[in-house]
């Protein structure tokens, strides 16, 4: 990349930042921004001390490098004493010496309330928490430009890589025909043992499921040509039905890339195919380039289908793109991307996405370029909601997005009234003050809504700008 170019010319320059959450997610963040040079990871916030401290081992960094701060005044002394300060209380960190908060608390109501005051206090925000995004991102760009300061997504997520992948191609002057990530959980095609095998790491109990196949159902799960692909596409989603679905959070990190592009879904719940990459071109399109898709300009995930020896896509981003000029469609067709039948949209894709360790690339480019990632104009456009697949009862807590009572659906976004959808993140943790059916979508009336939310009031404010 050429921003490297901008960096170095400014080797004078340290960005400094504090990062909310030591998760997966945020260890990788601190094992890999400690050690560099124009990014100074001055401190770190998470609920137990021993959470910090393994983050820390992990990471590398020595015993004496850390400093544990119950105080402000402690924090500050350890950031003079160039240590990395930890507290138990992430709103100390408002009020320290700090460029950037990075939020990765993973919990809405909390990180809310943790992104508003790092604005009010100054501080530029990365949003490790696409929670938090899903239901408020675009009021707190709003408020960020309003002081001058920068809210942005995170690089190494795949909705913040996915945004940067669709604006490369719309600067270099192609048409998104359809993009969207690959689910983590890929299926293996065993052509020997006659099996399709997932590993299931994304649900509260880790599993492997294997559905075996006849000789007919063998030949359907085999890179197709175009002429059978379509059929193919169909049958193995109902052969393949008992494996991991597509879950609400790969749902919630494509209604952020939504919002922040302006693709819109084909359908609520997705279409997730279960597809070769080979076959994304093929199938990822309308009906005028031979796919199966109702239009273009179309977010989607897909399930990737491949045999144990080949590459998988990593759980990575991809899109499906057009050049008007034919001349220059028939390039992409001719320099290594994988197309359609008549060769009119290609595929480019990048088949992993590195978490926390891509991460500190967005630091960079905030504290020293000044300029965010992308979704800068992103608009609340859809909503992620949930529809209750067993029957619900009257005081039951609702879960997150991995929530297996919950079916999530991506629909244009309403206004905040008894009778519509709550968005997926504002319904967790919420306690349900009636019985909800088998089947019915949850409404923010059959909530129990609380009265003091930064979460719920800065969803009014983003209604109020609408």
């Given at each position: ?45 998470s ?10 081992k ?88 309003e ?21 490369w ?12 990530k ?14 399709v ?42 052969i393949l ?38 076959e ?5 399109c309308g ?10 300009g179309?977010?989607?995930v ?19 793109v ?10 992409l ?11 009119t ?9 590195l ?38 009862h009257?005081?039951?807590?609702m879960?997150?997005d ?54 719920f ?10």
């Amino acid at each position: 990349m050429s921003l490297h170019n901008l960096y170095t010319a400014k080797t004078e320059q340290v960005t400094t930042a504090a990062l909310i959450g030591v998760g997966h997610f945020g260890t990788a963040i601190l094992a890999q921004c400690y050690p560099m040079s124009q990014v100074k990871l001055s401190a770190i916030a998470s609920l137990t001390w021993e959470s910090m401290a393994q983050a820390a081992k992990t990471a590398g960094i020595p015993d004496d490098q850390i400093c544990f701060c119950q105080t402000l005044e402690q924090a500050k002394a350890a950031l003079e004493n160039g240590q990395l300060a930890a507290v138990t209380d992430p709103m100390l960190l408002m009020d320290l010496e700090i460029d950037t908060i990075m939020e990765g608390s993973g919990d809405p109501e909390a990180g809310a309330a943790y992104c508003l005051a790092a604005l009010n206090a100054g501080k530029n925000v990365v949003m490790v928490s696409k929670e938090v995004d899903s239901c408020i991102g675009p009021e707190l760009r709003r408020i960020a430009r309003e002081k001058g300061l920068i809210c942005t997504p995170v690089d190494g997520d795949q909705h913040g890589a996915l945004m940067q992948l669709v604006e490369w191609a719309r600067d270099i002057g192609c048409e998104i025909i359809a993009a969207g990530k690959s689910r983590d959980a890929e299926f293996i095609y065993d052509r020997k043992e006659k099996t399709v095998t997932v590993y299931c790491d994304q649900i509260t109990i880790p599993k492997t499921i294997t559905v075996h196949l006849s000789d007919e159902e063998c030949e359907l799960m085999e890179s197709s040509d175009p002429d059978k692909v379509q059929e193919c596409v169909r049958r193995r989603k109902e052969i393949l039905h008992e494996l991991d679905p597509r879950g609400g959070f790969d749902l919630c990190e494509m209604v952020n890339a939504a919002n922040a592009t302006g693709l819109v879904p084909d359908t609520s719940l997705l279409h997730d195919f279960i597809l070769h990459t080979p076959e994304l071109p093929m199938v990822l399109c309308g009906p005028e380039y031979g796919g199966m898709l109702s239009r273009s300009g179309v977010i989607e995930v897909v399930t990737n289908l491949h045999e144990r020896h080949e590459s998988g896509l990593g759980g990575g981003e991809w899109i499906v793109v057009h050049c008007p000029n034919a001349y220059s469609q028939m390039i992409l067709a001719t320099k290594g991307c994988l197309n359609n039948a008549d060769q009119t949209v290609s595929l480019v894709y990048r088949p992993y996405h590195l978490c926390g360790v891509e991460a500190s690339a967005t630091l960079q480019c905030v504290g020293i370029t000044g300029v965010s990632i992308g979704g800068d104009t992103a608009k609340q456009s859809f909503d992620i909601v949930q529809e209750a697949v067993v029957d619900l009862h009257k005081g039951d807590v609702m879960g997150n997005d991995h929530d297996t009572r919950m079916l999530t659906h991506m629909v244009p976004a309403t206004r905040m009234q008894p009778d519509q959808p709550i968005p997926a993140h504002m319904l967790n943790g919420k306690v349900l003050a009636c019985d909800v059916p088998k089947g019915t979508i949850i409404t923010y009336g059959m909530v129990e809504c609380p009265e003091h939310s930064a979460l719920f009031d800065l969803r009014r404010q983003l209604e109020a700008h609408l």
